[in-house]
């Protein structure tokens, strides 16, 4: 062979294997479907994390509740307490804007002893806490309310709900001055009394003057008495005759 015949002859290349493509659709529909798996999988634990806890709101304004309430303001407050007469416990709760004041008093403590201790109290609220101040509203926003509640013992099985008295004072952000309330001792005693005795008080049903007195009251009103006439029957003619308009008399 000549040498320009070995000069002419081209070297093949090789082919390039086109590389597939499959496990790239794979890899694709694998993300597609874990995406939402795992967004939804998330919101599944983090509610089922919350359960146990209530969902908390601010239903206040940045003006509302400005000067706030001090956890030293009430420990102060609460200690001044015990020295009203007659105290054997006082305890303060601040919950949802309301301050309330709880009032222990000795058992034998009568309404008057219970409205001279909340007045107290009162008092004493005022001296850390002024009315205006934090329990009256400002022109643009809403303040705290108090509640002061005194009381002679809470019912139980040795002490008898007879002789319980509960005297309540209240002074709201929107009222000017406060109220007092004698809890256990009702505004219109005849009304509580009817209220008590309402068993006595229902009208029974007033029988019919014209009944039997021997009939069972437990028998229905509804029932066909046996002897008892129809007035549809057909008479028997043996006992009587008709007359020329048609109506039947009986021989005497």
């Known amino acids: 062979m000549s040498d320009t015949m070995k000069k002419s002859r081209r070297v093949r290349k090789p082919k390039k294997q086109k590389v597939k493509q499959g496990h790239k659709l794979v890899w694709l529909t694998l993300i597609i479907i874990l995406v939402p798996v795992v967004i939804i999988g998330y919101v599944l634990l983090t509610s089922a994390q919350g359960n146990d806890k209530p969902v908390e709101g601010n239903r206040f304004g940045v003006n509302d509740l400005n000067p706030k309430i001090q956890d030293a303001q009430m420990t102060s407050i609460q200690g001044d307490l015990m020295t009203i007469g007659g105290m054997e416990s006082a305890t303060l709760d601040l919950k949802s804007a309301t301050l309330r004041v709880n009032l222990n008093l000795a058992d034998s403590a009568d309404e008057a002893t219970l409205e001279a201790a909340a007045r107290q109290a009162y008092d004493i609220v005022n001296s850390y806490l002024p009315i205006e101040t934090y329990f009256t509203n400002p022109e643009n926003g809403k ?79 509804n029932a066909v008495d046996p002897n008892a006439v129809d007035p549809n029957a057909v008479p028997d003619e043996s006992l009587g005759y008709y007359d020329e308009y048609g109506n039947f008399y009986y021989y005497q």
Do not use: C, M
């Open 143 to 221: 303040n705290y309310d108090l509640e002061i509640s005194a009381y002679n013992y809470i019912v139980d099985d040795a002490h008898p709900a007879e002789g319980w008295k509960f005297v309540k004072l209240n002074k709201t952000s929107a009222a000017g001055d406060f109220v007092i309330d004698y809890i256990t001792q009702p505004k219109n005693a005849e009304l509580a009394e009817q209220v008590r005795n309402k068993d006595q008080q229902i009208p029974q049903p007033q029988q019919d003057p014209n009944a039997d007195p021997n009939a069972d009251p437990n028998a229905d009103p």
